[in-house]
T-cell receptor, first 113, second 111 residues
Framework: EPEVTQTPSHQVTQMGQEVILRCVPI?????FYWYRQILGQKVEFLVS????????KSEIFDDQFSVERPDGSNFTLKIRSTKLEDSAMYFC???????????FGDGTRLSIL | QKEVEQNSGPLSVPEGAIASLNCTYSDRGSQSFFWYRQYSGKSPELIMF????GDKEDGRFTAQLNKASQYVSLLIRDSQPSDSATYLCAVTPSNDYKLSFGAGTTVTVRA
């Protein structure tokens, strides 16, 4: 069964450094998403992406965050200058259309020191 | 008011019993409703989705939706120890595709 893949599984970064999280969505899916989950808290929406542009973003997704689809398969989340509070699990998800079920990758655990 | 609320749990059920999970949502125009299972340290795994009022069954799982009451539930029949996990209710608000998640209900199935 096709799946969303994310790399790396764990990223440790010094505060203030830039980090790029990578995702390969399911190949026939058209909508892509990033979510995060701080330890012990609920899953929170960050951004959705369709037709090579952001379709919606949350208050969390400020100027430090950006997303890109650099080629036909990858979907990336960049955090420009990481803060301690960015430490969380980051999940990429994709769906065939906007109202179809979203399938999640295994996540990247981001630890900011 | 929280967008999606779930009964806080934890919920402990004996093996073979029915586990009943509840979820309410605040946006009356919400269109799509999902149940995800999340094992500790893992990602959400889709187990059920429902779009229309009524019941939807898939194996041991049944999702129930009542849009008038803004309520969605999940029943797990013949609970197994492998069902022990946190169950997340997720809703797409009106005119939107993002998922709004509840805080989750942790279920423990006792052997």
């Amino acid at each position: 069964e096709p799946e969303v893949t994310q790399t790396p599984s764990h990223q440790v970064t010094q505060m203030g450094q830039e980090v790029i999280l990578r995702c390969v969505p399911i190949s026939n899916h058209l909508y892509f998403y990033w979510y995060r989950q701080i330890l012990g808290q609920k899953v929170e929406f960050l951004v959705s992406f369709y037709n090579n542009e952001i379709s919606e973003k949350s208050e969390i997704f400020d100027d430090q965050f950006s997303v890109e689809r650099p080629d036909g398969s990858n979907f990336t989340l960049k955090i420009r200058s990481t803060k301690l509070e960015d430490s969380a699990m980051y999940f990429c998800a994709s769906s065939v259309t906007g109202n179809q079920p979203q399938h999640f990758g295994d996540g990247t655990r981001l630890s900011i020191l | 008011q929280k967008e999606v609320e779930q009964n806080s749990g934890p919920l402990s059920v004996p093996e073979g019993a029915i586990a009943s999970l509840n979820c309410t949502y605040s946006d009356r125009g919400s269109q799509s409703f999902f149940w995800y299972r999340q094992y500790s340290g893992k990602s959400p795994e889709l187990i059920m989705f429902i779009y229309s009022n009524g019941d939807k069954e898939d194996g041991r799982f049944t999702a129930q939706l009542n849009k008038a009451s803004q309520y969605v539930s999940l029943l797990i029949r013949d609970s197994q120890p492998s069902d022990s996990a946190t169950y997340l209710c997720a809703v797409t608000p009106s005119n939107d595709y993002k998922l709004s998640f509840g805080a989750g209900t942790t279920v423990t199935v006792r052997a």
